[in-house]
């Protein structure tokens, strides 16, 4: 038997269209995609552009941001105007990171910096083409149109079958759900970081997993790191790598989170749980897509998505000098707010016969009943510890079961007020009064615990200071250094020790009109 032609059996040459006003630069990227079996079309302007773009459609679109009679930004704007479902990858210059931000949130599924590198030039547009080509159409419920945020119109969103699988676990039909997922089902489609917001025991990390499902990234691995739960002087190592003979105890080579999480997606937990000084690893890792083991004298280029997550107001450590302001805008340019569950209680019915399915497969026991009283009970209960409270109550009452029916023990579970997120709420019940013959002693409060490290503890009082005169000051740095009783070259030398960053994005040591 035969086999078939090459041009039967050989899938259609993607189509790509570059875009760039460098004639040079123009021919080296066309060369370069041609040889990796690329049709390519190439243009010098706008206008050039979309003669292209009208004429017939393409997998990718490359642009230059600076061209002789507009934006790149123009393009991604109009493709997104359009539903046209080319994935539009950038091209900024070095140092001009607040325009790549911008393009990702305008709808670019990637950026590159200039000078580019071919072969992350060519990585990056085979992601594109793979993204293009993945999406399938999977019927979603529909979702008014009003509802959305920005003319988002959940409704006509594509998803790969994978990722309808991995919507399907966030369990839940309520609209403030279904939001949601038809934000995650939009996000997916590209490369920009996306922030997880929500309290603790929402489903955060289920939200990045479904990030991940719905991308062209799904049969990559995804990467969950709990920034938390890492001793900081194991931080670097832990996420960069390390080389044998590094550190006492390190008999072998070892790749970090970043190296693990290659193609895939790489989930932050508790990002604001993160020490400062790493911080600003992370940022360069994030920058460069390229990391250095520790031991090693060469930089490992590493292809990750970062979805990160924290149940903190990260705005608010920014200004207290606990959060890089550069690594927030470049970690938020997405968010996803992930709803409390005294938010949907109309999910709790779907919600608990999901978790006592999967309570009784862990257990291999059948699945207990789910009666209308229990469910009646639940609703009345505060369950400020969101879906994680509601999982802990189903697991007591299947192992307290000793009939038909469950029974929800709510002994044992915290007050409202205990919860570490919760507003302070006014006392339910008088306090307790002593007797008027015996004065009540007020107790004495313990002393603060001695800092480990005075000059850490001193650092971060002044930086906590300084944050707050500068904001108050509308960071006019004379009227900060005025109010706090020191010199304009005083506010600017601490600005600059302790690595505060104001909206100008410099350090304290340039001055500006306002000092």
Same mark, same amino acid.
Request: negative net charge; contains cysteine; proline residues 7%.
């Given at each position: 038997?035969?086999?078939?032609?090459?041009?039967?059996?050989?899938?259609?040459?993607?189509?790509?269209?570059?875009?760039?006003?460098?004639?040079?630069?123009?021919?080296?990227?066309?060369?370069?995609?041609?040889?990796?079996?690329?049709?390519?079309?190439?243009?010098?302007?706008?206008?050039?552009?979309?003669?292209?773009?009208?004429?017939?459609?393409?997998?990718?679109?490359?642009?230059?941001?600076?061209?002789?009679?507009?934006?790149?930004?123009?393009?991604?704007?109009?493709?997104?105007?359009?539903?046209?479902?080319?994935?539009?990858?950038?091209?900024?210059?070095?140092?001009?990171?607040? +325009?790549?931000?911008?393009?990702?949130?305008?709808?670019?599924?990637?950026?590159?910096? !200039?000078?580019?590198?071919?072969?992350?030039?060519?990585?990056?547009?085979? #992601?594109?083409?793979?993204?293009?080509?993945?999406?399938?159409?999977?019927?979603?419920?529909?979702?008014?149109?009003?509802?959305?945020?920005?003319?988002?119109?959940?409704?006509?969103?594509?998803?790969?079958?994978?990722?309808?699988?991995?919507?399907?676990?966030?369990?839940?039909?309520?609209?403030?759900?279904?939001?949601?997922?038809?934000?995650?089902?939009?996000?997916?489609?590209?490369?920009?970081?996306?922030?997880?917001?929500?309290?603790?025991?929402?489903?955060?990390?289920?939200?990045?997993?479904?990030?991940?499902?719905?991308?062209?990234?799904?049969?990559?691995?995804?990467?969950?790191?709990?920034?938390?739960?890492?001793?900081? +002087?194991?931080?670097?190592?832990?996420?960069?790598?390390? !080389?044998?003979?590094?550190?006492?105890?390190?008999?072998?080579?070892?790749?970090?989170?970043?190296?693990?999480?290659?193609?895939?997606?790489?989930?932050?937990?508790?990002?604001?749980?993160?020490?400062?000084?790493?911080?600003? !690893?992370?940022?360069?890792?994030?920058?460069?897509?390229?990391?250095?083991?520790?031991?090693?004298?060469?930089?490992?280029?590493?292809?990750?998505?970062?979805? #990160?997550?924290?149940?903190?107001?990260?705005?608010?450590?920014?200004?207290?000098?606990?959060?890089?302001?550069?690594?927030?805008?470049?970690?938020?340019?997405?968010?996803?707010?992930?709803?409390?569950?005294?938010?949907?209680?109309?999910?709790?019915?779907?919600?608990?016969?999901?978790?006592?399915?999967?309570? /009784?497969?862990?257990?291999?026991?059948?699945?207990?009943?789910?009666?209308?009283?229990?469910?009646?009970?639940?609703?009345?209960?505060?369950?400020?510890?969101?879906?994680?409270?509601?999982? +802990?109550?189903?697991?007591?009452?299947?192992?307290?079961?000793?009939?038909?029916?469950?029974?929800?023990?709510?002994?044992?579970?915290?007050?409202?007020?205990?919860?570490?997120?919760?507003?302070?709420?006014?006392?339910?019940?008088?306090?307790?009064?002593?007797?008027?013959?015996?004065?009540? /002693?007020?107790?004495?409060?313990?002393?603060?615990?001695?800092?480990?490290?005075?000059?850490?503890?001193?650092?971060?009082?002044?930086?906590?200071?300084?944050?707050? /005169?500068?904001?108050?000051?509308?960071?006019?740095?004379?009227?900060?250094?005025?109010?706090?009783?020191?010199?304009?070259?005083?506010?600017?030398?601490?600005? /600059?020790?302790?690595?505060?960053?104001?909206? +100008?994005?410099?350090?304290?040591?340039?001055?500006?009109?306002?000092?």
């Amino acid at each position: 038997m035969s086999s078939l032609p090459p041009s039967a059996a050989a899938p259609r040459p993607a189509q790509i269209l570059v875009i760039d006003d460098e004639p040079d630069l123009r021919t080296l990227y066309e060369l370069t995609l041609l040889r990796e079996g690329y049709r390519v079309e190439a243009a010098g302007s706008v206008s050039e552009a979309w003669q292209h773009l009208e004429a017939g459609r393409f997998d990718a679109v490359i642009t230059d941001m600076r061209l002789p009679d507009g934006e790149g930004m123009e393009i991604i704007h109009r493709i997104q105007k359009d539903q046209r479902s080319e994935r539009c990858v950038v091209m900024t210059a070095y140092g001009s990171a607040e +325009n790549a931000v911008e393009a990702l949130k305008a709808g670019a599924f990637d950026y590159l910096t !200039k000078p580019v590198d071919l072969k992350q030039f060519r990585a990056v547009v085979a #992601s594109a083409v793979q993204a293009n080509r993945a999406a399938v159409v999977v019927p979603q419920k529909p979702v008014p149109q009003a509802a959305g945020r920005g003319g988002e119109r959940p409704d006509a969103l594509a998803v790969t079958r994978s990722g309808a699988t991995a919507l399907d676990r966030l369990v839940g039909d309520s609209e403030p759900m279904r939001l949601v997922k038809s934000r995650i089902a939009k996000v997916a489609r590209g490369m920009a970081p996306v922030l997880v917001r929500g309290e603790s025991g929402t489903g955060k990390e289920l939200v990045a997993r479904a990030v991940h499902g719905c991308s062209q990234r799904s049969e990559g691995p995804f990467v969950a790191v709990n920034c938390g739960a890492i001793p900081e +002087n194991l931080l670097e190592a832990e996420f960069f790598g390390a !080389k044998k003979g590094s550190y006492t105890g390190s008999a072998q080579d070892r790749d970090g989170y970043f190296q693990a999480a290659r193609d895939g997606t790489l989930f932050l937990d508790e990002i604001g749980d993160l020490p400062l000084a790493m911080q600003s !690893k992370l940022l360069r890792a994030i920058q460069e897509r390229s990391v250095r083991a520790i031991g090693s004298t060469q930089e490992d280029a590493v292809d990750v998505r970062i979805v #990160s997550a924290t149940h903190k107001d990260l705005h608010a450590e920014v200004l207290a000098g606990r959060f890089r302001q550069d690594l927030f805008y470049r970690l938020n340019v997405i968010e996803i707010a992930v709803p409390a569950l005294r938010e949907r209680r109309e999910d709790l019915p779907a919600l608990c016969t999901a978790l006592l399915a999967r309570i /009784a497969q862990d257990g291999g026991l059948p699945a207990p009943r789910l009666s209308d009283a229990l469910l009646q009970r639940l609703a009345q209960h505060p369950l400020d510890g969101n879906v994680r409270e509601l999982e +802990n109550l189903l697991h007591r009452a299947v192992a307290l079961n000793d009939g038909d029916e469950l029974h929800i023990d709510l002994m044992g579970t915290l007050p409202t007020a205990t919860r570490s997120d919760a507003a302070p709420t006014e006392p339910t019940t008088a306090p307790v009064v002593a007797p008027a013959t015996v004065p009540a /002693a007020e107790p004495k409060p313990a002393p603060p615990p001695l800092p480990s490290d005075l000059q850490a503890w001193l650092d971060q009082q002044e930086r906590e200071i300084l944050v707050r /005169a500068l904001h108050e000051s509308g960071f006019n740095r004379t009227a900060a250094a005025a109010r706090l009783g020191m010199s304009l070259r005083q506010i600017r030398y601490r600005i /600059a020790r302790l690595g505060i960053s104001t909206p +100008n994005g410099d350090d304290g040591t340039t001055a500006h009109a306002d000092d």
